[in-house]
């Protein structure tokens, strides 16, 4: 029998997910927990397990497609039959009947009920089909045949098409509601849109918009790169869930932002000077790796830099460990992964779960886990030769400090001016949780940390 598996909530608040790959084929037999697809949602790359253990009946979508919770995304043809009263198992509180758990890597799935797969009924069109009219209705192709029910309610709906099709249309700026499909049962195609843009285009050696081949403007201007004079893309995944926290960030919490300009070259000197011990000569140490130790332990005398705002409970709550957020720039956009319980780490460890946690998110393969949590926030601007600037704070934190690059200037050293190695910190907090006063011992702190790393035994 045929059961449907609906795509599941990811347990995000999330309300779809893009398609990225399948990892298995049309006639394929799956065991439970084979993975079976890769989706994308605004966190994460997550790797969809099999419910079942069966015969792949039918993919409801392609790589690209974006998929609601709840719509199927996957048939599966089971052995035998099941009884109509029997529930389907759930993962969250049962199994199946040889005890394995079907799970959703990184999540645990829930796997949806019996029945085939149906499409939704659409507005305007009959429930029960209707018998096949005697004619068909103006405009039809007469190659392709009229599907019951469809004379009726043609020009009152929207042509069927699978979400890729829709897309290439948005692309090629094709109005797909006016075509009319050559598939089975009035499916608008691919080759109905490429057919209707190229219609669409003007003849060769007619005015056109930018040459795609050249990027000159029609008259004869180069642009940028010699791409296309515009180019569109969606908004989708990590650039859109960025938008909306950024914003809601922005035009929630009151955002105060100081500046320090720091002398780090002892910090600098430091670096070198620990990277020859035997200990720590294959890790990779670098100013943030400082700056995070720093930041750790200039929490311990401002908490109010490590706390949250719950304005719906009345209340502020304190939290009393670190988990230390990296903003970081990946394939897939601005991540902010953190190292858990980050306070009770000292150098090598904290060197050791950066380069973890950096490696990681190159690789697009960051868990939820790892992007949830976070108590205060990192973003190392002077990797990009940035001095300094204003960095918007994480959601549902307190502050975030922006590290610029380390410059060599002329500076005042010991009643002289010498070049020396310089940093300037960019402090943004939630004036609702953090003072001045606050704000600017912690900045204070981390840097009397980086300009004199040994007085950190006399000031903590």
């Given at each position: 029998?045929l059961k449907?598996?609906?795509l ?8 779809e997910?893009e ?7 049309v006639?394929?037999?799956v065991a ?14 997550v790797?969809?397990?099999?419910p ?13 497609a ?10 599966f043809?089971?052995?035998g039959?099941?009884p ?6 759930d ?14 890597v990184?999540?645990?799935a829930a796997?949806?009920?019996a ?10 069109r009959?429930?029960?089909p209707d018998?096949v ?8 192709p007469?190659?392709?045949p ?14 069927r098409?699978?979400p ?6 948005r692309?090629?700026g094709?109005d797909?509601?006016?075509?009319h ?7 608008v195609?691919r080759?109905?849109?490429?057919a209707?843009?190229?219609?669409a ?7 056109s ?7 000159a ?5 180069r ?25 809601s960030?922005?035009f ?16 600098i ?15 990779k140490?670098t100013?943030l790796?400082l700056v995070?130790?720093?930041?750790c332990?200039a929490?311990e ?19 009393n ?7 970081a ?15 009770a780490?000292?150098?090598?460890s904290?060197?050791?779960?950066l380069?973890e946690?950096?490696?990681v ?9 790892q992007?949830?949590g976070?108590t205060?926030?990192l973003t190392n601007v ?8 204003t960095?918007i704070i ?11 690059q ?9 009643d002289?001016?010498?070049l020396?190695q310089v940093?300037?910190l ?5 004036h609702?949780?953090?003072d001045g006063e ?18 950190v035994?006399a000031?903590?």
């Open positions: 029998m449907v598996f609906n599941p909530d990811l347990g995000e608040g999330l309300t997910s398609l990225l790959s399948w990892k298995i084929a006639g394929d037999t439970v927990n084979d993975v079976l697809a890769e989706v994308e949602t605004a966190k994460a790359v790797e969809l397990s099999s079942f253990d069966g015969t792949i009946a039918e993919l409801h979508g392609e790589p690209g974006v998929i609601p919770v709840g719509a199927p995304i996957i048939s043809d089971l052995p039959a099941e109509e009263d029997t529930p389907v198992p993962a969250g509180s049962s199994s199946l009947p040889d005890g394995r758990v079907p799970t959703l990184g999540y645990g796997v949806e009920g029945g085939r797969p149906a499409r939704r009924a659409r507005a305007g009959p429930s029960a018998p009219p005697a004619a068909p209705p103006a405009g039809w007469s190659s392709v009229v599907p019951a029910g469809a004379a009726a309610t043609l020009t009152a709906e929207r042509p098409s699978t890729p099709v829709r897309k290439l249309a692309d090629l094709v797909i509601a006016l075509l499909g050559s598939g089975d049962g009035g499916v195609t080759e109905d849109v490429t209707a843009a190229d219609d285009r003007p003849a060769s050696g007619g005015p918009g930018a040459d795609t081949l050249t990027g403007s029609p008259g004869g201007v642009t940028l790169a010699g791409r296309p004079r515009t180019e569109e893309e969606p908004i989708r995944s990590v650039r859109k869930a960025t938008a909306a926290a950024m914003t960030s922005a929630t919490a009151p955002h105060v932002t100081e500046f320090l300009t720091v002398d780090v070259t002892e910090s000197e430091l670096l070198q000077e620990v990277r020859q011990r035997r200990d720590f000569r294959e890790l140490l100013p790796t995070a130790r720093a930041a332990l929490l005398r401002t908490p109010e830099l490590n706390s949250r705002w719950d304005g719906d409970g009345g209340r502020i709550i304190r939290q460990y670190v988990n230390l957020g990296i903003a720039a990946t394939p897939r956009g601005l991540m902010v992964p953190n190292l858990k319980d980050a306070h780490a000292d150098l090598r904290l060197a050791i779960q380069a946690l950096t490696a998110a190159r690789e697009g393969k960051l868990t939820p886990e992007l949830s976070g205060f926030t002077g990797v990009f030769g940035v001095d300094a600037g960095p994480n959601p549902g934190e307190a502050g975030i400090l922006a590290i610029g380390v410059r060599r200037m002329p500076w005042e050293h010991r002289e001016v010498a020396r940093m300037t960019s402090l943004s907090f939630d609702r949780l953090v606050q704000g600017s011992r912690f900045l204070a702190d981390v840097g009397a940390v980086l300009a004199r790393p040994g007085m035994l000031l903590f």
